[in-house]
Every structure is written in structure tokens, then in C-alpha cells.
Nanobody
Framework: QVQLVESGGGLVQAGGSLRLSCAAS????????MGWYRQAPGKQRELVAT???????NYQDSVEGRFTISRDSAKNTVFLQMNSLKPEDTAVYYC?????????WGQGAQVTVSS
């Protein structure tokens, strides 16, 4: 079983920065990617960014150039550096890990950006 533990959410003013971390533990086999999704109130969960086992990255258009995803493969940890935050970035951010066999989710981290 794989467990994901997120940290680093919080409240920040528009234009500020936050860094999310997600540590994975357990038996991880055939990793495809790790990444981040987010869900704002009343909206569907949406992809923010992913990073593959080969370190290829993918971003949602609205965060491209502002957010950076990275990974410490030795520690099975993924990071999301969020800069130039906007009120519309306010959401619960979920870490995800996908293998050939299953998809795992963290418990979520609240990010609130005030205007």
C-alpha cells in the first residue's frame, strides 16, 4: 500500500509564493508519474502539474510559468513551487501517484490566496 502525505499549504496574499511537498511511502512499483491536482469549491478536480519517472513535466495552461513541479526520486517526494499566486489558485491541492497498477491520492492541502 502507498501513502501520500502533503504539507506546505496555507494562506498567502496575491502575488506571493507557497511550496507544497508530498512524501510517498510504501511499496512503489512501476511508477508512471507523480503530480498535483486541485479542486476549488463547486468545481471539478483538475490537473495542475505532473512529473514522470523520467522527469518529463506537464502543466495546466493557467499555471505554466508560475508553478514548477520537481521530484526527489531518492526520497519519493514531489514538490510544487507556486509563485505569483492569484485568488483563482485558491483550492484544495491533492498529491497523486500513478503506477502501472493503481492511482493513489493524498488527503489534500488547502491553499488560499487573498486579494
Amino acid at each position: 500500500q502507498v501513502q501520500l502525505v502533503e504539507s506546505g499549504g496555507g494562506l498567502v496574499q496575491a502575488g506571493g509564493s507557497l511550496r507544497l511537498s508530498c512524501a510517498a511511502s510504501g511499496s512503489i512499483r512501476s511508477l508512471n508519474y507523480m503530480g498535483w491536482y486541485r479542486q476549488a469549491p463547486g468545481k471539478q478536480r483538475e490537473l495542475v502539474a505532473t512529473i514522470t519517472s523520467g522527469s518529463s513535466t506537464n502543466y495546466q495552461d493557467s499555471v505554466e510559468g508560475r508553478f514548477t513541479i520537481s521530484r526527489d526520486s531518492a526520497k519519493n517526494t514531489v514538490f510544487l513551487q507556486m509563485n505569483s499566486l492569484k485568488p483563482e489558485d485558491t483550492a484544495v491541492y491533492y498529491c497523486t501517484l500513478k503506477t502501472t497498477f493503481s492511482t493513489y491520492w493524498g488527503q489534500g492541502a488547502q491553499v488560499t490566496v487573498s486579494s
